[in-house]
T-cell receptor, first 115, second 114 residues
Framework: DSGVTQTPKHLITATGQRVTLRCSPR?????VYWYQQSLDQGLQFLIQ???????AKGNILERFSAQQFPDLHSELNLSSLELGDSALYFC??????????????FGPGTRLLVL | GESVGLHLPTLSVQEGDNSIINCAYS??????FIWYKQESGKGPQFIID?????DKRQGQRVTVLLNKTVKHLSLQIAATQPGDSAVYFC?????????????FGGGTRLMVKP
């Protein structure tokens, strides 16, 4: 158990809908990361937050957004869902010392299925 | 574009044998590498990391080797056990001044035969 929690574990929804995925980082970690794992694209970085502020952005669609709250939990919002958004979504956290070489610890993921 | 990749998609070994999983990277500026293990239905689990100022790092039953000349990374698992069966990913930390991000390879599935 990495100490990172994610809810829900599974999510089934329809195209065009909007969902919110939630992540709680390890106790004390300031940085939160979101990754998408799909069969054709593998594991891809979406976005990073550090202490409430966006720190880095990867291949995140405009239909997707995220935020990190004062209690450091994070939410990933996916809107206007398409079939291709079906994937595993992982959250990771790291200490957040500001150094680049920080180990990221992953949560168990949310499996999203768009029908 | 630059990427981190794996040579072998599937590796099958006998229980008790040593396993070697390979990874190639193309970004010569990368200076931090991580190996993760992912079991079915679970998130990636940190195994071991290495910084570019090192050639070798050892953990419990695992060793990571880094060859910067040919941009190659390997994970060695000693006395492979059935519990080692999983998909293994190498990842490259391409953090910039503002943040961190991991770029993952395609993964290698390790199958341990009893």
């Amino acid at each position: 158990d990495s100490g990172v929690t994610q809810t829900p574990k599974h999510l089934i929804t329809a195209t065009g809908q909007r969902v919110t995925l939630r992540c709680s980082p390890r106790s004390g970690d300031l940085s939160v990361y979101w990754y998408q794992q799909s069969l054709d694209q593998g594991l891809q970085f979406l976005i990073q937050y550090y202490n409430g502020e966006e720190r880095a952005k990867g291949n995140i669609l405009e239909r997707f957004s995220a935020q990190q709250f004062p209690d450091l939990h994070s939410e990933l919002n996916l809107s206007s869902l398409e079939l291709g958004d079906s994937a595993l979504y992982f959250c990771a956290s790291s200490v957040g010392t500001g150094l680049r070489q920080e180990t990221q610890y992953f949560g168990p993921g949310t499996r999203l299925l768009v029908l | 574009g630059e990427s981190v990749g794996l040579h072998l998609p599937t590796l099958s070994v006998q229980e008790g044998d040593n396993s070697i999983i390979n990874c190639a990277y193309s970004n010569s500026a990368s200076d931090y590498f991580i190996w993760y293990k992912q079991e079915s239905g679970k998130g990636p689990q940190f195994i071991i990391d290495i910084r570019s100022n090192m050639d070798k790092r050892q953990g419990q039953r695992v060793t990571v080797l880094l060859n910067k000349t040919v941009k190659h990374l390997s994970l060695q698992i000693a006395a492979t056990q059935p519990g080692d069966s999983a998909v293994y990913f190498c990842a490259e930390n391409r953090g910039n001044n503002a943040g961190n991000m991991l770029t993952f390879g395609g993964g290698t599935r390790l199958m341990v035969k009893p």
